[in-house]
């Protein structure tokens, strides 16, 4: 089993997720934010999202982390590493929970985890699946550095991959 890191960054705790995380986490997943995330999904898709999250990191070595704002203790989101049967190459991936969009958490913390998975887990290259439509994350993905990379595989061939190298880590 890996031991899960709590990672800090300049604002934020990126922290193991806990089952208290769960009720913004499902609601964030009913809702029509999740479009972009393969849904709405009812409680049950929701669940099976959440224990994957969790499950990663004795799976793999790597999962998701909550992002937690150091100042409040308020959770504002969620930054993974993703991989396994639903995810053809290990996955950079974020999610930002109603209120907390606009603030830089998803850059921050996307930024610090994908530092992170190249200086410890030494990989050479992540990606980021994203549905053409949403924008803040193409934006996002292009703020990290990310190119799309459009030979890349992918589950949904409307996905698209963006990606990480470690040249770009900073």
């Not at 150091?70 to 996955?91: D, M, R, S, Y």
């Not at 530092?115 to 410890?120: G, P």
């Amino acid at each position: 089993m890996t031991d899960v890191p709590v990672l800090r960054t300049g604002s934020f705790l990126l922290r193991p997720m806990t089952y208290d995380d769960w009720p913004a986490y499902a609601e964030l997943m009913a809702s029509d934010r999740a479009q972009f995330m393969g849904g709405p999904y009812k409680a049950s898709g929701a669940w099976a999202l959440f224990c994957h999250d969790v499950a990663q990191w004795a799976l793999f070595g790597h999962g998701a982390l909550m992002i937690e704002e150091q100042a409040t203790g308020a959770c504002l989101g969620q930054v993974g590493i993703n991989h396994g049967p639903l995810f053809p190459e290990k996955e950079l991936g974020w999610l930002v929970y109603p209120g907390a969009e606009g603030r830089g958490v998803a850059f921050e913390a996307a930024e610090s985890f994908r530092d992170w998975a190249f200086s410890s887990l030494k990989l050479t290259t992540l990606v980021s699946y994203i549905d053409p439509g949403n924008t803040r994350s193409i934006a996002l993905a292009e703020r990290l550095g990310a190119t799309l990379d459009s030979a890349a595989p992918r589950n949904d061939p409307r996905d698209l991959v963006y990606r990480h190298v470690p040249q770009m880590a900073s």
